[in-house]
């Protein structure tokens, strides 16, 4: 009997097959990246197969309009939302296809291995098209893995299941809403305002996408609100005691306040009182600092971003090729807590070879500094945390390096013990004021020695000598003056949580979107400040360019019930999407409805289109 095995990239392929097959024949090659590897292997069920193991490249087809004069741009973009549709295989995969179609041909089952995700499960049901195109009576399974380690792919070929058809169903739908909006609105404004404004001859297009126009929306949102922030001035107490030999600093519980004589007779009482400040509380308590959650795909990007000062389409692109070299699991994940059942110690055995962390590893895995992983909200179903699978300390380059060392910490971390600490508070009373001071003092630091990335410093103790009742003699008071802050622009993990928060994109696809926008030149790169910076260090925010503000101005002022820059109707199409890839929704019935959502709001746009031309010029001209 002979088998097909099917990944989605060549690298896990080869992978796979040198995994089950212990040594392969290659053929091929097939295209300029793709092989054929030949083995046998005994899988359950079906005995000792002659199977190969081949791959392809992402996605097979693309969809396309069935009348081919829809792609053009003289076709009239209002009817893209009923024109049939149908799919084709892309040019630069045609060799892919037909080489899964001859393989197919004299095969009996064919079996996938894709990324475990919905993404991949689609992909799947791609390479079944093509298959049963030479061999429709092909009997199809499924292998489910999260990582390329040799056990876990052998237990994988052994636990085969069916194609997840609902996850499938829920990316057709999401394609098919993308394909057709994103061509009706791009199209539209491409025309209307390319022939408004010569500026933009340069572009080619002048794209919509209904997950573009919310990340840059969120964008401008922070930026408008910096530019019109006005200051307020305020006015803040602070004051200094001697307890023993020693000053202690303490801070207004009244906070800050903000007009000017209030604060002034306020001080004024206090000064002139002639009392000294008296203790009226004093607590002392342990306290603690978390250690980190088990890893996802957004907190990853989010801590890459932050502490690698990589963009987070640079730290997936490099998560995902560590773990085509078997270094790490599955990177595209949602789930932040390990299953009860999954054996981490052999994991944390491998890290004791590492010549930088070793030590650290023993003392989890032969000590007792080991502790069970936290527990968050989120579980796909599909994969794990993402965590190391092997030691390595030779990488490809310095930025794999940096990720997978994140990696690494970050899941020695999670099994690791929390910081601990004991903070004291004494609460003071300057007649009728109140002021209080606090003191930190880190007792144990554990998880904070392997993980450079959060910081939690100790202020040390308090004075001694403090208790209840107590006088203290005034060294310094002040009536200090300051001003409120304008908040600061975007920077990547904020633009990461917010999407999160809001349902733009997935775990999989919030760094492309980021990426897009920058791309299409809506938005760039800046300091703090706003201006474009060269170095990857500096350039850690983002600010709109006069065409992206223009756009979200533009569509803003049309009065569409909810506006395509606000992260409202992507969210409530996410969430239809979850529903039918639980099987809870069908794909025919959230497409439709959203289509006439969408063609309602375009049918207003066209007719409102005025409103984005008059933002686009005022920001361009």
């Known amino acids: 009997m002979k088998v097909l095995c099917v990944a989605e990239k060549p690298s896990v392929a080869k992978a796979v097959a040198n995994i089950l097959g212990g040594g392969y024949t290659t053929r091929g090659p097939v295209d300029k990246y793709l092989y054929n590897y030949d083995f046998q292997y005994d899988f359950p069920g079906w005995g000792v197969c002659d199977a190969t193991m081949t791959s392809v490249r992402g996605h097979l087809t693309d969809s396309i309009f069935v009348n081919k004069e829809a792609q053009q741009f003289t076709f009239n973009p209002g009817k893209l939302f009923t024109e049939p549709l149908t799919t084709e295989v892309k040019d630069d995969m045609k060799k892919v296809a037909r080489n899964i179609m001859n393989e197919a041909q004299g095969a009996s089952k064919l079996l996938i291995w894709t990324d475990c995700d919905r993404e991949g499960e689609y992909i799947g049901w791609e390479v079944v098209q093509e298959a049963i195109k030479r061999n429709p009576r092909i009997e199809v399974k499924r292998a489910v893995f999260s990582d390329l380690e040799r056990s876990h792919v052998i237990q994988a070929a052994r636990g085969l299941r069916e194609l997840d058809m609902n996850a499938v169903n829920a990316v057709a739908a999401r394609m098919e809403l993308d394909y057709r909006t994103g061509f009706a609105f791009t199209r539209l404004q491409t025309i209307r305002l390319k022939q408004r404004f010569p500026v933009l001859g340069e572009k080619k297009v002048v794209s919509y996408g209904s997950c573009q126009f919310p990340t840059l929306g969120f964008v401008v949102e922070r930026y408008l609100a910096r530019t ?27 906070g800050h306040i903000f007009d000017r004589a209030s604060a002034v007779a306020l001080y004024a009482r206090v000064c002139e009182s ?15 600092k978390y250690r980190p959650l088990p890893l996802t795909t957004v907190e990853l990007l989010k801590l890459g971003s932050k502490s690698l000062k990589l963009p987070s389409k640079t730290v997936l692109k490099l998560a995902e090729e560590l773990y085509q070299q078997s270094f790490i699991s599955y990177p ?12 981490l110690m052999p994991l944390l055995a491998k890290q004791k070879n590492s010549t930088i962390w070793g030590d650290y590893a023993t003392t989890l895995v032969d000590g007792d500094a080991f502790c069970v992983p936290r527990k968050g909200r989120n579980n796909d179903k599909a994969h794990p945390p993402i965590h190391p699978i092997a030691s390595c300390e030779n ?34 009373d300057w007649h009728g004021e109140q002021f209080s001071a606090t003191g930190l003092v880190i007792l144990e630091r554990n998880f904070l020695d392997i993980y450079p990335y959060v910081k939690w410093t100790g202020s040390g103790e308090l004075p001694p000598g403090l208790e209840v009742g107590k006088e203290l003699p005034i060294v310094e008071s002040m009536l200090s003056q300051g001003k409120t802050s304008p908040p ?4 990547e993990p904020e633009l990461l949580a917010l999407m999160d928060m809001n349902g733009i994109g997935t775990d999989a696809t919030m760094a492309e979107h980021i990426g897009t926008i920058v ?19 500096k350039a850690e925010h983002f600010a709109p360019t006069p065409l992206g ?3 979200v101005e533009g569509y803003d002022s049309i009065g569409l ?7 409202f109707i992507r969210r409530d199409f996410e969430t239809q999407l979850g529903q039918v890839a639980k099987g809870e929704a069908s794909k025919d019935t959230v497409v439709e409805a959203s289509l006439r959502s969408f063609k309602d709001m375009f049918d207003l746009t066209k007719a409102q289109i005025i409103k984005l031309e008059r933002a686009v010029g005022a920001r361009l001209q």
């Not at 600061?488 to 920077?491: A, E, N, P, V």
């Open 228 to 254: 019109n922030f006005v200051e307020e001035p305020f006015w803040y107490m602070t004051l200094k005691c001697r307890v023993q030999r020693r000053h202690m600093n303490l801070t207004s519980k009244r």
């Open 274 to 288: 002639g009392v000294l400040p008296k203790v009226t509380n004093m607590t002392s308590r342990p306290t603690s």
């Open 332 to 343: 595209r994940t949602e789930t932040d807590q390990f299953s009860d059942d999954m054996d």
């Open 395 to 428: 990488f490809k380059t310095p930025d794999h390096k940096k990720v997978y060392e994140l990696i690494a910490r970050h899941f020695m971390a999670c099994c690791s013990k929390d910081a601990k600490g004991q903070q004291s508070t004494v609460e003071v």
């Open 488 to 491: 600061s622009l975007l920077t």
């Open 519 to 537: 791309q299409r030149e809506y938005v760039f790169r800046c300091n703090a400040q706003g201006q474009e910076a060269t170095g990857r260090a």
């Open 549 to 551: 503000q223009a756009l």
């Open 561 to 567: 019930d909810r506006s395509l820059t606000k992260p």
